[in-house]
């Protein structure tokens, strides 16, 4: 055990250190792809003892790589032989919920579902919500500015945070645990850190903003045969149901048909035949009259030939059932092993032609390849997962530079939720300007002029090139 180890294990204690076996049984990324091999892993217990490690790193430059839920796909949190992994998982507290300002005071490791589960024992609603909600953590939610499926309606992980608690590289500690929803008081320090990986500063604590509770949920598939009529149903649906609609996730067929397959697991609610599935959802407040006025926006729709056939979830069960098609991460990166995962913005309309240009362009290098498409539609973004049979660094980068040369061209948006961890440093060029880019450098510099806190990530090296 070096020097350094020892000093942090005085602060954090004996079981706020794991090396060895213990350090290489966990993951550092999903889906996992071999031990953790980090020097050692380092679990401080509260705010103050992550200030004393982090003052104590600065000091001996020793590089630091946080560690969240381990659900981040940019491979981010993956750490070399000579890093030190910072895991906030024993600082899960949570105080109760504030019903009168509707607030929640968290530690960072607190997975987003327990806040999901306190909300509504209060009869309130934590709208972020993710496939990955069991296990991603409220810090590493805040530091990718997390997405999920209800941005359409109630906005990015950042939309839903309104105080945090933060420790500089230095160990200075930035509390800032307001929790009013308008402070015009001069800059908005939160926003330095929500978004930005863990390169500026370890979020250590937050006061999350809840929502009222709906009082009606009403969820439907529905078939489409035309990406046009889908654009259109997107705003009719929106026009009709008055801002209520909280989300509209598109599945290709490639994703619809991979995930039913024989229908023994989801069974099959819409044959197959269709090119495109839409699972559109919205809450409200009338119990009563809600379901009506959905219905009557999906006739309306079907009425001018926009949709081809739906299913609506007559219960709770029904719709979580129908959520749980579209949720079937594992179900479709089985299929696709090895896969490689992409998750992009661009303009609705490009969307159907860009799909179309990608596929083209895989098919003529791996005739045999396989590839999913779904998404957050309703706010530009869809996932593509793309599999040909090998994740050698070769065929990788001819992969990454199918997809973002054919997305840079469209001023489209290499990440539009997952980060940028190290998967996508080379391509932050198709998708930022080089004084953007230089400007993010004068930020980090200025905040951890060392380089220890998530080196490596997000920033390319002074001087690169999108290749």
Request: with cysteine.
């Amino acid at each position: 055990m070096t020097a350094l180890i020892k000093a942090i294990e005085k602060i954090v204690g004996p079981a706020g250190v794991l090396t060895g076996e213990d350090v290489a049984s966990r993951s550092d990324s999903w889906p996992p792809t071999g031990g953790c091999r980090a020097m050692a892993v380092v679990r401080p217990a509260n705010t103050q003892e992550v200030a004393k490690v982090l003052m104590l790193c600065h000091q001996q430059g020793q590089a630091i790589v946080t560690h969240g839920g381990i659900t981040g796909l940019v491979k981010g949190a993956v750490a070399s032989p000579d890093e030190l992994v910072l895991s906030l998982e024993r600082m899960n507290g949570m105080e109760q919920v504030d019903t009168t300002n509707r607030t929640l005071s968290v530690e960072a490791g607190v997975p987003l579902q327990r806040v999901q589960e306190a909300a509504e024992l209060s009869g309130l609603l934590f709208p972020l919500d993710l496939g990955a909600r069991g296990s991603a953590t409220v810090g590493g939610t805040m530091s990718t500015n997390a997405g999920g499926n209800g941005v359409i309606r109630y906005g990015m992980m950042r939309e839903q945070v309104l105080g945090i608690e933060a420790v500089l590289a230095d160990g200075t500690i930035i509390s800032s645990m307001n929790g009013v929803i308008k402070n015009n008081t001069g800059y908005d320090l939160k926003q330095l850190f929500i978004g930005s990986e863990g390169t500026l500063g370890i979020i250590t604590r937050a006061v999350l903003r809840l929502r009222p509770a709906p009082r009606s949920q009403n969820t439907a598939l529905v078939a489409i045969d035309d990406f046009d009529k889908l654009a259109e149903f997107l705003k009719a649906m929106d026009a009709s149901l008055g801002g209520t609609m909280s989300a509209f996730e598109v599945m290709w067929n490639d994703f619809y048909s991979l995930i039913i397959d024989d229908g023994k697991k989801h069974g099959t609610p819409l044959d197959l035949s269709h090119p495109f599935y839409v699972l559109i959802e919205a809450t409200g407040g009338d119990a009563e009259t809600d379901p009506e006025r959905f219905e009557q926006a999906l006739h309306s729709a079907f009425e001018i030939d926009l949709l081809s056939d739906a299913v609506i979830a007559q219960s709770k069960q029904q719709r979580d059932e129908l959520w749980a098609i579209r949720d079937d991460v594992e179900g479709f990166v089985e299929r696709l092993f090895p896969p490689m995962t992409f998750d992009v913005s661009l303009n609705i309309p490009d969307m159907d032609d860009y799909v179309c240009e990608v596929r083209e362009r895989l098919a003529e290098k791996w005739p045999g390849y396989k590839m999913v498409n779904f998404g957050h539609l309703g706010d530009g973004n869809i996932h593509l997962v793309i599999g040909v049979g090998s994740l050698d660094p070769e065929t990788v980068h001819a992969v990454e530079h199918i997809v973002y040369e054919s997305l840079g061209r469209r001023q489209g948006v290499i990440s539009a939720e997952h980060g940028i961890g190290t998967e996508k440093l080379a391509y932050l060029g198709y998708s930022r300007s080089e004084p953007e880019i230089e400007l993010m450098r004068t930020i980090k510099k200025a905040m951890d002029p060392k380089n220890i806190l998530n080196p490596g990530r997000v920033l390319p090296a002074s001087g690169s090139k999108a290749t």
